[in-house]
């Protein structure tokens, strides 16, 4: 079993949509949770960062953590055709130690 | 502020061959990650780097190994390579003891 599992999708939506991304993890010692977007040919840009579980908000993106059920989200509102990429979900033990990534989740949002 | 560099960005070898890949961390950042990315896969943790030693290492065999740098720049350097090392190879750069790791634009290595 992967430590961190994500629908691959791909997740097709119009734009204006709420998006919903999800994952969940099997290692109760992941502290800390982050969402990373890839767009095609790039390396993973850091969007949202959260410690333990509760919500963070920035600008259009949420991130959510319920560490009772081991589930991660992200929504984002308003999605945009520039939101188009691959979006990655990693989880981390300990602050500054390995990322342990889902398999990413491929969105395209048609304008 | 200069970000995570990568050279080169793309390289092609046979099988049975050897490649070094290059990275240089985010001014400031002094530990350094390298992470593998197969095709349609989530990146999977090579080793990370702190003061020129490995400071972790996830399931690769020993035929990966890396170098970091005074200059907290780093190597990775791949021994026999196989088919299966065809992949994105991503460093990220972070501040010890810090969550947040930014990454490269990684290098696409083809194995034939």
């Known amino acids: 079993q992967k430590e961190v599992e994500q629908d691959p999708g791909p997740l097709s939506v119009p734009e204006g949509a709420i998006v919903s991304l999800n994952c969940t993890y099997s290692n109760s010692a992941f502290q800390y949770f982050m969402w990373y977007r890839q767009y095609s040919r790039k390396g993973p840009e850091l969007l949202m960062y959260t410690y333990s579980s509760g919500n963070k908000e920035d600008g259009r993106f949420t991130a959510q953590v319920d560490k009772s059920s081991k589930y991660i989200s992200l929504f984002i509102r308003d999605s945009q055709p520039s939101d188009s990429a691959t979006y990655l979900c990693a989880s981390q033990e300990t602050s500054g130690s390995r990322l342990t990534f889902g398999e990413g989740t491929q969105l395209t949002v048609n304008p | 502020e200069t970000g995570v560099t990568q050279s080169p960005t793309h390289l092609i070898k046979t099988r049975g061959q050897q490649v070094t890949l290059r990275c240089s961390s985010q001014?400031?950042?002094?530990?350094v990650s390298w992470y593998q990315q197969a095709l349609g896969q989530g990146p999977q943790f090579i080793f990370q780097?702190?003061?020129?030693?490995?400071?972790g290492r996830g399931n690769f065999p020993p035929r990966f190994s890396g170098l970091q740098f005074p200059n907290y720049s780093s190597e990775l350097n791949v021994n026999a390579l196989e088919l299966d090392d065809s992949a994105l190879y991503l460093c990220?750069?972070?501040?010890?003891?810090?969550?947040?790791?930014?990454f490269g634009p990684g290098t696409r290595l083809t194995v034939l």
């Open positions: 780097y702190y003061r020129e030693e490995e400071n």
């Open positions: 990220a750069s972070s501040l010890r003891g810090r969550n947040t790791q930014y």
């Open positions: 001014s400031g950042h002094n530990t």
